[in-house]
């Protein structure tokens, strides 16, 4: 608010108000709104010894006054007033705690440092801050997220073309923009690499071309299309330390040495033990990490081992228990493992390791029951093998005896001679491993609990593939330039990054997919004027408070008000 003085040009004398000023939301001009007219100076003259400086200094108290919180705020609306389409009347004010992460890592920083010598006329940071936003909290692709701009009061003064221009800018700096982050969030937070987790996921094209990157391979989803190979590696508090993409036919196991010998010359890990799922239980995975000083601690399949190492894990002896449904067990022990020497040659090579086996009765019972559907169309495959084919049989072919497919049209081939019959053999075999988990390690002189405990903390990066696929929405990837798939996952991880941050900052009491849910409820709507009005409230937005000092919980604020809790966060 200011005094306005208005001077008559017909009579000469001088009008005072007090005028509350704003920005019209839809011209983009600004308007005037006068809260009490006054009267003609030479009036006021006679009852007030220095008018002007009088009601300036009770318009200066009238500001303070409405900048504490519990100052009344009058509005008036005339109940015919339309809501413009053209404009957005909803924004979101839940993204200042992702804007708090994204400038504590400093990625502004990097990105600006990163631009300032080249000759590209967009903002790359606004442009990398609208992905990150947008894709946390309403995921989509580059156009709906360009669409939906106007939800932030962020100023974005960037065209569609610029986002994709960006986008080769982003994978040009990729490998270093990670590496950004990793020392600061060591800085930060003494991130903890003495374990390092490892793991591979797939994400789908919904196109038939193939190239370089976009290959079939076998899809985690089951899918027909196109996939890229993803592997991650994670630390101990499940935020992610780096990424790499591989060709969608590279199977899992091939992914670990050049991920593990990028993560050793680039991060300065020093010595670490890797854990990881069977699927990179190799012998040149295990040989490659030996030899660059690190350990490792990665499970291994007992229905796909030696009869000597089964007669081990069902053996009785040695077995401790642990309450009426767990039991353990470990050994020390010389295994012979294949490594590929340099000349592409197989050698064999002798690690000591130590074997702990452990029994879940928990375990067993989820195998039986992953097993039942399986076994329920492997019947119905004996009894009315018509039905099915190659394609429809997966699953339940193993459990069939004399089963046989027509190479090129996948058909079964059922001849009188060959009677098909459910292979009961194969089923008590199976069943007598369910439950039982072996896991190898280097590291014998940890307990074999202690052992189990770190393996189970795979369970972090499982679920962050999980949240990259539903909560950020990754995939289906509607790119088809190399450089702009890259620049597709460099976002998707650095959104990752900053959720799995604010959920340790929330002390891990909410999901991420809770925590989003909550920032994204954190809007509010223009009503009029500079004034906003919010609607919701729960108790992760009042940690949100507490743990980062952003108060979500006010009912009606000012943009300029709003401005400056953004102006806050900025700083880092």
């Not at 050793?264 to 854990?275: E, Y």
């Not at 294949?338 to 067993?364: C, L, M, P």
């Not at 039942?372 to 492997?378: G, N, P, Q, R, V």
């Not at 896991?439 to 014998?444: A, D, F």
Request: with cysteine; net charge positive.
């Amino acid at each position: 608010m200011f005094l306005r003085k208005m001077k008559n040009k017909k009579t000469g004398r001088t009008y005072l108000s007090i005028v509350h000023s704003y920005r019209d939301k839809v011209t983009k001009k600004t308007k005037s709104k006068t809260i009490e007219s006054l009267g003609y100076l030479d009036e006021l003259e006679k009852q007030y010894e220095d008018p002007i400086s009088y009601f300036e200094e009770k318009v200066s108290e009238m500001n303070k006054k409405q900048e504490t919180v519990s100052s009344p705020i009058t509005l008036s609306i005339n109940r015919g007033e339309r809501v413009q389409t053209d404009g957005s009347n909803r924004k979101n004010l839940g993204y200042a705690a992702l804007s708090k992460i994204y400038h504590e890592l400093g990625i502004h920083t990097f990105l600006t440092n990163r631009q300032r010598h080249t000759k590209n006329d967009y903002d790359a940071n606004s442009i990398m801050k609208l992905l990150i936003f947008g894709r946390l909290l309403n995921p989509g692709s580059k156009m709906k997220t360009y669409r939906n701009k106007d939800t932030f009061f962020e100023k974005m003064d960037f065209s569609l073309d610029d986002i994709y221009r960006s986008l080769t800018f982003f994978n040009k700096h990729k490998d270093a923009l990670q590496l950004w982050m990793h020392e600061r969030i060591t800085k930060q937070y003494e991130r903890n690499t003495s374990l390092v987790y490892y793991d591979v996921t797939n994400y789908y094209f919904e196109i038939d071309e193939q190239d370089e990157l976009r290959r079939k391979g076998v899809s985690k989803e089951h899918r027909p299309d196109p996939i890229v190979q993803m592997g991650l590696f994670m630390d101990t508090d499940g935020i992610p330390i780096t990424y790499g993409l591989y060709a969608g036919n590279t199977l899992d196991k091939q992914t670990l040495i050049p991920m593990l010998g990028k993560v050793q010359r680039n991060f300065s890990l020093g010595k670490t033990i890797v854990v990881a799922d069977k699927g990179m239980t190799t012998g040149d995975n295990i040989w490659y990490t030996l030899s660059a000083k690190n350990g490792y601690i990665l499970s291994y399949s007992i229905r796909g081992a030696n009869k000597k190492f089964k007669e081990y894990v069902l053996n009785e002896n040695g077995y401790r228990s642990i309450g009426e449904d767990f039991k353990i067990k470990s050994r020390l022990y010389p295994r012979e493992i294949t490594v590929t020497a340099k000349n592409g040659k197989k050698i064999k090579k002798t690690v000591d390791e130590k074997q702990v086996i452990f029994y879940s009765r928990k375990y067993a019972t989820k195998a039986k029951a992953d097993r039942a559907a399986a076994l329920e169309k492997a019947r119905d495959l004996v009894t009315n093998p018509s039905k099915y084919n190659r394609a429809t049989s997966v699953g339940a072919a193993k459990y069939v005896k004399n089963l046989t497919f027509d190479k090129e049209t996948g058909e079964i081939l059922n001849s009188a001679n060959q009677t098909l019959l459910f292979d009961e053999e194969k089923l008590r075999k199976e069943e007598e491993l369910d439950g039982y988990y072996a896991i190898l390690t280097s590291e014998y002189q940890e307990s074999d609990e202690r052992i189990v405990e770190i393996y189970r903390g795979l369970w972090k990066i499982e679920e962050s593939f999980k949240v990259t696929k539903s909560d950020l929405e990754s995939r289906p990837i509607y790119l088809s330039r190399q450089e702009h798939i890259e620049a597709h996952f460099l976002t998707c991880f650095v959104s990752l990054v900053i959720a799995r941050i604010l959920e340790r900052r929330l002390k891990g009491k909410y999901s991420v997919t809770a925590i989003l849910e909550s920032l994204k409820k954190a809007s509010c709507s223009h009503i009029q004027e500079n004034y906003y009005l919010f609607d919701f409230y729960d108790e992760v937005l009042g940690d949100v408070k507490e743990e980062l000092g952003i108060d979500l919980g006010q009912k009606c604020r000012s943009l300029g008000e709003i401005k400056k809790i953004l102006g806050e966060v900025k700083k880092g």
